[in-house]
T-cell receptor, first 115, second 112 residues
Framework: DTEVTQTPKHLVMGMTNKKSLKCEQH?????MYWYKQKAKKPPELMFV???????INESVPSRFSPECPNSSLLNLHLHALQPEDSALYLC??????????????FGQGTRLTVV | GESVGLHLPTLSVQEGDNSIINCAYS??????FIWYKQESGKGPQFIID?????DKRQGQRVTVLLNKTVKHLSLQIAATQPGDSAVYFC???????????FGSGTKLNVKP
């Protein structure tokens, strides 16, 4: 099983809403990532979790709040977003972070629209 | 993050021809590189990777070449097929951090 599963696939939310994106993997990977991708642009790194601890925050606004409840799950909590936050949000996982890096496997993404 | 860029934003090739997609990177500390393929509406899909102690690695119909002297990476696809049509990204990482930065992408169009 080399699958990273993201839910929901599509999400429309108002600027005052609170919503969450979910990501799950069962490959035993201990590094998990959130990326944001705008149309016709490359994915941009947001957060990295290593062994369930937040290890990298790429200066992401606090209206995005990540959470890693266990080694298989990664959430992204959204609150008071702006229309410019509309994008494809990608989750990825890799075996581990640090020395001897390995490839990251990506989910299919959540297409988020903020209205 | 460090810049990882591509020379050609769009590449059109005839079915059956070979394709070459190029990527330049600027972080000399980068020591691990990956090529991803992204089809419309999908997440990036791993194609092939290479570490900095190698200059060439081959997979099924794909070859990645790494030139550390000029900080250049290329992906060669042999006998390109319509199913290869997608956007291709190079991504770089360093062993110390294992966070992946993506280049700007090349769209590959395969004409039947």
């Amino acid at each position: 099983d080399t699958e990273v599963t993201q839910t929901p696939k599509h999400l429309v939310m108002g600027m005052t809403n609170k919503k969450s994106l979910k990501c799950e993997q069962h490959m035993g990977h201990r590094a998990m990532y959130w990326y944001k991708q705008k149309a016709k642009k490359p994915p941009e790194l947001m957060f990295v979790y290593s062994y369930e601890k937040l290890s990298i925050n790429e200066s992401v606004p606090s209206r995005f709040s990540p959470e890693c409840p266990n080694s298989s799950l990664l959430n992204l909590h959204l609150h008071a977003l702006q229309p410019e936050d509309s994008a494809l949000y990608l989750c990825a996982s890799s075996l581990r972070q640090g020395p001897a890096a390995t490839e990251a496997f990506f989910g299919q993404g959540t297409r988020l629209t903020v209205v | 993050g460090e810049s990882v860029g591509l020379h050609l934003p769009t590449l059109s090739v005839q079915e059956g021809d070979n394709s070459i997609i190029n990527c330049a990177y600027s972080n000399s500390a980068s020591d691990y590189f990956i090529w991803y393929k992204q089809e419309s509406g999908k997440g990036p899909q791993f194609i092939i990777d290479i570490r900095s102690n190698m200059d060439k690695r081959q997979g099924q119909r794909v070859t990645v070449l790494l030139n550390k002297t000029v900080k250049h990476l290329s992906l060669q696809i042999a006998a390109t097929q319509p199913g290869d049509s997608a956007v291709y990204f190079c991504a770089e990482s360093s062993n110390n951090f294992n966070k992946f930065y993506f280049g700007s992408g090349t769209k590959l169009n395969v004409k039947p």
